[in-house]
């Protein structure tokens, strides 16, 4: 069974950084592709950003494009989630996903999620 564990997630000042952290097990890595999507309080979840399988093709919802960059290191299970020109609007509860196939923004695509990580970034 795949199991995804994120952290990273902490209070922020506006226009910090911090870097997230997605650790996969139960299967083979790089057969799936890795999605994070967060959920602010009192809205619905929303797509971030998607990586494939390899790695050489990434994804960005226009919010985030420019600030946001997605990893991943297939040697280390791990993806990653590197948030830099943080807003208060991106305060949220941070997820990574995994779906064995093509990466997309499609939540119902996603098979398997972690619990989150939460970030809050103050004015």
């Known amino acids: 069974q795949v199991q995804l564990l994120e952290s990273g997630g902490e209070l922020v000042q506006t226009g910090g950084s911090l870097r997230l952290s997605c650790t996969f097990s139960g299967r083979t890595f790089s057969s799936y592709a890795i999605g994070w999507f967060r959920q602010a309080p009192g809205k619905e979840r929303e797509f971030v950003a998607a990586?494939?399988?390899?790695?050489?093709?990434?994804y960005y919802a226009d919010a985030v494009k420019g600030r946001f960059t997605i990893s991943r290191d297939n040697a280390k299970n791990t993806a990653y989630l590197q948030m830099n020109s943080l807003k208060p609007e991106d305060t949220a509860v941070y997820y990574c996903?995994?779906?064995?196939?093509?990466?997309?923004?499609?939540?119902?695509?996603?098979?398997?999620w972690g619990q989150g990580t939460r970030v809050t970034v103050s004015s």
């Open positions: 990586i494939s399988r390899s790695g050489d093709k990434t």
């Open positions: 996903a995994a779906v064995k196939s093509r990466y997309c923004s499609l939540i119902p695509a996603y098979s398997y």
